[in-house]
């Protein structure tokens, strides 16, 4: 557990100012884990997804043979995440200061600012923060499975608004096939209490190219379902 925790992202401080609903907000003391509370609208879903756009730059910059630059990374990231024509839709509507993001990770840092009428380029921007090997997903409110080929069509095919990145990064997450790494062993735990509670498991059938639900011999498909806990 102590190795798998050293080696994760950790972020330690952000602030950020001016997106949405969330005029100035401070934190310099983040661990972990991190629970965030308020009220509907009030910005939360906004936070996270500045923070996941931010995360989810450090990790394609520079990957393979994309020579994009960060901020231009950074754009189209959040673009997609927010679903906006125009990157100054995020910014507070009230007043005329610019959107201003900062986070630090071990040290490093990200920042970047842009004001109401920018459209879809950052030019005020600086990283120190070096590229990470992950793959970081966020995990939508919405269940996804039951969505999966229509989230790839939307965004492959059609290259439409619809459903933002947070889920269009998880279902191609989703569809690579499970490689052999270490097995932390508080995956395999959490795998097998998984499995004793829902007493089956979740597989992709890649000849359909949808999700079932097997237990046993017993397959089903999946079909939209709320989850109460």
Request: charged share 30%; proline share 1%; glycine share 6%.
């Amino acid at each position: 557990m102590g190795e798998f925790m050293a080696d994760r992202i950790i972020i330690n401080s952000i602030e950020i100012e001016n997106l949405g609903r969330i005029k100035k907000l401070s934190c310099n003391s983040l661990s972990g884990i991190n629970l965030i509370i308020g009220e509907n609208g009030s910005g939360k879903t906004f936070l996270l997804k500045a923070l996941y756009s931010a995360i989810r730059t450090t990790e394609e910059y520079k990957r393979g043979d994309d020579i994009r630059n960060a901020n231009d990374i950074l754009a189209e990231k959040l673009r997609w995440t927010f679903q906006t024509d125009k990157l100054g839709d995020i910014v507070t509507k009230s007043g005329t200061s610019p959107y201003i993001f900062k986070m630090n990770i071990d040290s490093n840092s990200m920042g970047y600012r842009f004001s109401r009428d920018t459209t879809s380029a950052i030019k005020i921007f600086y990283n120190s923060i070096s590229r990470k090997e992950y793959n970081s997903v966020f995990v939508p409110a919405k269940e996804v499975l039951s969505l999966y080929s229509i989230i790839l069509k939307s965004r492959e095919i059609d290259h439409s608004f619809g459903f933002d990145d947070t889920y269009y990064d998880l279902t191609k997450a989703l569809r690579i096939a499970p490689k052999r790494i270490k097995n932390f062993a508080v995956f395999t735990e959490s795998r097998t209490k998984l499995k004793d509670i829902v007493d089956g498991k979740v597989e992709l059938d890649e000849s359909t190219n949808k999700w079932y639900y097997k237990s046993g011999k017993s397959k089903y498909t999946i079909v939209y379902c709320i989850v109460h806990i």
